[in-house]
């Protein structure tokens, strides 16, 4: 280890400051710079540039003060930049940057599996494997189901999100913008109806659960299914938190037909829902577990965890990749998962998610088109539509971010129609930042 740390900067004041129009100057300038430069195929969904971030802010190129209502997709839980992740980060990064575990192994990457071993739902003996992106935890899964069970078919449900890699498109509900003309998918994936309460009328979950476990008895056969694959709340497709019941009578089913259950929690692992995993809501214990994104603090880290009877019946050498598990976004892990224990996050999502209720219940008082509010801890979502009715209203959603964003506000959308606001602040947000910026959201109608 290395004394020759950076010297700490100094902490971004927690407010939001518009010194410009929005984009300012010189993210207009370097917007332009993007689109020389840039693939026009990778979307964007605000024109500014960060120069740093940190609490619930990001300060722009142009000295903006942004609230930060989205931490870059749900991943920043604990915040940009908290103390924990630096110090291990720059600790690691002057140590050493990659050896290939493959190659020489070392501990931060055995650290993390056993830190996901014990934080996961289970008390049996679990193994993990680490990977890059959410997209390659999910393949992997898929590898390994099929290894264990023998078997091909792999179900997902509609309005699903699993990446945008060849398998995980193919395991990904949405055409636009994810799969329009990068066809042909990879075969054996079958889309299985979903619990969406807001739209199945007096449909329990236990009744959708059963129009899917006949399908898959009618159209594919018990038998030959390696893996369920599910959001237990669904990102991408619009914050959908499925009816009670919808998820264990499908762990149920799996469980009948020796099926690996997959929980992907990409989106709603470590903390973001108030429990560590958002399968813990409703009991369900999964067989394996996807996750990513907010396990590290922003630093690019995936993995897949699951019984060790599974995850151990792959041929040595059948998993891997160069970078997976690389030390510096192991040792940001460490640092994310200590400063999740440290500060009880779970505890704070549910504050953030008692505060975002409020005020999504004042904007749906006032707004007859929020048709539904949904969400758990600090994953939480309006649906908009024309009053009265369930007919997606995107122009609206667009418009509402679109005067969030210009007013300094961060806010993202979602939806398989794309009609749903969604909040995914950093847990390290204060009160008053989360509540002023739910106001200009609330302002935007
Ligand atoms: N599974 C549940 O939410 C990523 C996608 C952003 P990667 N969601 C954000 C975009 O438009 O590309 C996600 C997810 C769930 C898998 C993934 C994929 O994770 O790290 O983006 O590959």
Not at 42 to 69: K, Q
Not at 82 to 111: I, K, L, N, W
Not at 186 to 211: I, L, N, T
């Amino acid at each position: 280890m290395t004394d020759t740390l950076l010297p700490s900067i100094d902490p971004l004041p927690q407010e939001r400051r518009l010194v410009t129009e929005i984009p300012g100057p010189r993210s207009r300038e370097l917007m332009a710079r993007r689109q020389e430069a840039v693939s026009a195929g990778v979307g964007g969904m605000m024109p500014v540039f960060t120069e740093r971030a940190s609490g619930g802010v990001l300060l722009d190129v142009d000295g903006n003060s942004l609230i930060d209502l989205g931490s870059g997709i749900a991943v920043t839980t604990v915040g940009n930049a908290d103390r924990r992740v630096v110090e291990r980060v720059q600790r690691q990064v002057a140590d050493f940057t990659h050896t290939c575990f493959m190659v020489t192994p070392y501990s931060g990457y055995v650290e993390v599996c056993e830190a996901l071993n014990r934080l996961t739902p289970g008390d049996f003996t679990k193994r993990s494997a680490l990977f890059n992106s959410g997209a390659e935890a999910v393949e992997n899964a898929v590898k390994i189901a099929r290894a264990h069970t023998k078997r091909q078919a792999v179900v997902v449900f509609d309005h699903g999100y699993h990446g945008r890699t060849n398998l995980t498109m193919a395991l990904t509900a949405k055409n636009m913008p994810y799969k329009q003309s990068f066809g042909p998918f990879a075969p054996e994936v079958y889309r299985m109806p979903m619990s969406y309460p807001f739209r199945d009328g007096p449909h329990s979950g236990a009744e959708v659960a059963s129009w899917a476990t006949t399908k898959m008895d009618k159209e594919i056969g018990g038998e030959n299914i390696a893996a369920i694959i599910i959001e237990p709340i669904q990102g991408e497709g619009g914050f959908i938190v499925p009816a009670p019941g919808f998820l264990p009578a499908l762990r149920e089913y799996a469980t009948q037909h020796g099926i690996v259950f997959v929980s992907d929690e990409i989106q709603t692992g470590f903390c973001r829902t108030g429990q560590w995993f958002a399968s813990e809501h409703e009991g369900i214990v999964p067989d394996m577990i996807t996750t990513a994104k907010g396990i590290a603090g922003g630093l690019p880290l995936a993995a897949v965890t699951g019984r060790a009877e599974i995850m151990d019946d792959v041929h040595v050498g059948g998993l891997g990749g160069t970078y997976g598990g690389n030390p510096i976004a192991c040792a940001a892990a460490l640092g994310a998962i200590e400063a999740m224990e440290e500060d009880d996050l779970n505890t704070r999502a549910l504050q953030v998610g008692a505060i975002l209720r409020d005020k999504l219940e004042m904007m749906a008082a006032a707004n007859p088109a929020v048709g539904d509010i949904r969400g758990r801890g600090a994953m939480m979502a309006i649906e908009l539509v024309q009053p009265g009715t369930l007919n997606p209203d995107p122009d609206l959603t667009g418009r509402v971010a679109k005067s969030a964003h210009a007013q300094g506000v961060i806010t993202l959308t979602a939806g398989t129609y794309g009609n749903v606001l969604r909040f995914l602040p950093p847990l390290s947000i204060s009160d008053d930042l989360l509540r002023e910026g739910l106001d200009i959201v609330a302002a935007g109608f």
